[in-house]
Each structure stands twice: as structure tokens, then as C-alpha cells.
């Protein structure tokens, strides 16, 4: 599977990007996909996921209530809403997908990841 990260770009505080991931090669809708971020000098951290059936969500505190995540498992794609955008949003994001056997949050239980797209917010 290869995955493809699209969407990221400038933006000012207090507006919004949506980011989406598409993904090749093969089949994703078994999979969990999930999105990381990684700021300069910061470890990559977890934002949001979503399972492959699409019923469950998981959002990092700081994004919750801003980001939303959402698939489309007939394209093979999953996207992520981002509103009210900060400063501090400012990272690279990488899409992943696995099958995490519910560990969604954490990095290690993904076997696949994008190329990243960078998400530049200005203050």
C-alpha cells in the first residue's frame, strides 16, 4: 500500500485546511487510518484516527472539537477537516494505516505511511 498526503499548505490563525490521503496499491477499507503530526525539533504525535468500519473516532486533545477525520473507503481515501487553525498546529502531517488491533493512537501500530504534507499556520 502506498499512501499519498495532499492539501497541507500557509494559512492564517482561525481558518481552516482539509487534508486528505490517498491510498494505492491496495485496499484500505480493513484498515485503521490514522494522522500524525511532527513540528520542527518535536517528536511525531498523534492527531486523529479513525477505524476501518468508520464508527470509531479518536482525536488528540488538542485538536478535538477542531479537526475532524473522516474515510471514504470506496476511494480509498480518509481526510481530515482542520478549523479554527493555530499557530501551534504548524507541523508536518503524515497519514498512516494498519490494522491496529484498537491501539489507534500509537504510531507503532501502523504499518503504513505517507510522504507528509506540511501545514504551515500563521499567527
Known amino acids: 500500500v502506498q499512501l499519498q498526503a495532499s492539501g497541507g499548505g500557509l494559512v492564517q490563525a482561525g481558518g481552516s485546511l482539509r487534508l486528505s490521503c490517498a491510498a494505492s496499491?491496495?485496499?484500505?477499507?480493513?484498515?485503521?487510518m490514522g494522522w500524525f503530526r511532527q513540528a520542527p525539533g518535536k517528536e511525531r504525535e498523534f492527531v486523529a484516527a479513525?477505524?476501518?468500519?468508520?464508527?470509531?473516532?479518536h482525536y488528540a486533545d488538542s485538536v478535538n472539537g477542531r479537526f475532524i477525520i473522516s474515510r471514504d473507503n470506496a476511494k480509498n481515501m480518509v481526510h481530515l477537516q482542520m478549523d479554527s487553525l493555530k499557530s501551534e498546529d504548524t507541523a508536518v502531517y503524515y497519514c498512516a494505516a494498519g490494522r491496529t488491533r484498537n491501539s489507534l493512537r500509537y504510531a507503532g501500530a501502523y504499518t503504513y505511511w505517507g510522504q507528509g504534507t506540511q501545514v504551515t499556520v500563521s499567527s
Open positions: 496499491g491496495d485496499t484500505v477499507s480493513s484498515d485503521d
Open positions: 479513525i477505524n476501518w468500519s468508520g464508527a470509531s473516532r
